[in-house]
């Protein structure tokens, strides 16, 4: 029932702006002819109920991590990791329940993650930009989306209060595309799913349909979608569609973790929860991801 009201979210957030707009027409003394007829207390009963839907996501069952290759190579810090908590996102929207976000450690350059400047810093002032990014697993290609424009960093306290705030209201409200930004979705071999997320414009090197191999080039890591600033962020699910998919824990088996903690990230290197999966570096752990097989 859960995932059959999860998928129906385009639905119940058509209801909510609908009805939420009938209501307030109705209290300035304009008139909806398709909604005349019912009562108010019907009006506030279908938006109550759809609000509600719009926040049903399909829970995932007890079950083993699922062994995989991680999606890059190198050095890498990682950031809302599920070695850290569960849900790692504080959602399970998405089938992001064990999501984890990935970026590289900085350096010198990198620009500060908060400054004092009308803008932005560009993306590719960052060294994760043009990353390239492998398939985890064997499968399919289902879904591309590629001409997401890479915005500029938000780390002035403006960019980052609109991050917070209004932006992120509107893209949660206008779908997967607008969170996810460029993205790639494959279908596994062992009938899991993979989203790779906020991904270079124009970067992509696979089409849907297209078959994959573990460690084939997906496309680059970019800064679209829900981002503050270039990184990729990657999930596993039990089907393809993000709207009916409950996520699914995985392991990298082809990076070795350090006790070594990103700089930029030392506020957030705190013990892990008791729910923590600890095969799975913690949040601003680095790591080396190796070629698969090595």
Request: hydrophobic share 40%.
């Amino acid at each position: 029932m859960r995932r059959a009201i999860s998928r129906l979210r385009k639905f119940w957030l058509i209801v909510v702006v609908v009805v939420f707009s009938a209501m307030v027409a109705g209290r300035n003394g304009l008139q909806v002819p398709f909604l005349e007829s019912i009562p108010p207390l019907g009006l506030s009963a279908a938006l109550f109920l759809a609000g509600i839907f719009l926040l049903v996501t399909p829970k995932t069952a007890r079950h083993e991590p699922y062994v995989m290759a991680a999606p890059v190579r190198g050095r890498w810090a990682a950031l809302n990791s599920p070695g850290q908590k569960l849900p790692s996102h504080g959602t399970r929207f998405l089938g992001q329940y064990a999501a984890v976000d990935i970026l590289r450690p900085t350096d010198e350059t990198t620009p500060a993650k908060i400054r004092r400047a009308w803008r932005g810093s560009r993306p590719a002032d960052y060294p994760s930009f043009g990353a390239q990014v492998y398939s985890m697993a064997p499968g399919v290609v289902k879904k591309t989306s590629a001409k997401a424009t890479d915005h500029r960093a938000r780390n002035t306290w403006q960019g980052l209060l609109y991050l917070m705030t209004l932006e992120a209201v509107i893209r949660s409200l206008t779908g997967d595309r607008m969170i996810l930004g460029n993205h790639v979705i494959v279908a596994h071999d062992d009938g899991t799913a993979a989203v790779y997320a906020h991904l270079r414009k124009d970067s992509l090197t696979v089409a849907s349909g297209q078959r994959v191999n573990t460690g084939q080039q997906l496309g680059e890591v970019g800064n679209t979608g829900n981002s503050s600033e270039p990184h990729l962020h990657v999930h596993l699910m039990d089907r393809v569609n993000p709207h009916a998919a409950a996520g699914l824990m995985m392991v990298w088996d082809n990076i070795t973790r350090s006790e070594e903690i990103e700089p930029s990230l030392k506020e957030l290197a705190q013990e892990p929860a008791k729910n923590a999966l600890r095969s799975m570096p913690s949040n601003g752990e680095i790591f080396e991801a190796h070629h698969p097989g090595l």
